[in-house]
């Protein structure tokens, strides 16, 4: 059972190495690290947008009894 966790760890970290150097070991093309990119990019993307919703909106600062930006 161990054995077989690591191998799917090591499996999951391997197209993560710098300059693609594992998946062209490997022999992938890099799909791999592709995916990575777009679902990183794509969390950000979404951490960026709960952080302005349940912070900084207007609706965010009336729960917490902030007074409204003027301007």
Same mark, same amino acid.
């Given at each position: 059972? &161990?054995?077989e966790l690591s191998v799917l760890a +090591?499996?999951?970290v391997t197209p993560l190495a710098l300059d693609g150097d594992a998946a062209?070991?490997?022999g992938a093309n890099g799909?791999? &690290?592709a995916v990575v990119s777009v679902?990183? &990019?794509v969390g950000g993307y979404l951490l960026?947008? +709960?952080l302005?919703?349940?912070v900084f909106s207007e609706k965010a600062k009336v729960k917490r009894r902030e007074p409204?930006?003027?301007g």
């Amino acid at each position: 059972m &161990i054995a077989e966790l690591s191998v799917l760890a +090591a499996s999951l970290v391997t197209p993560l190495a710098l300059d693609g150097d594992a998946a062209s070991e490997t022999g992938a093309n890099g799909t791999a &690290i592709a995916v990575v990119s777009v679902v990183s &990019i794509v969390g950000g993307y979404l951490l960026l947008f +709960a952080l302005w919703r349940y912070v900084f909106s207007e609706k965010a600062k009336v729960k917490r009894r902030e007074p409204p930006d003027r301007g």
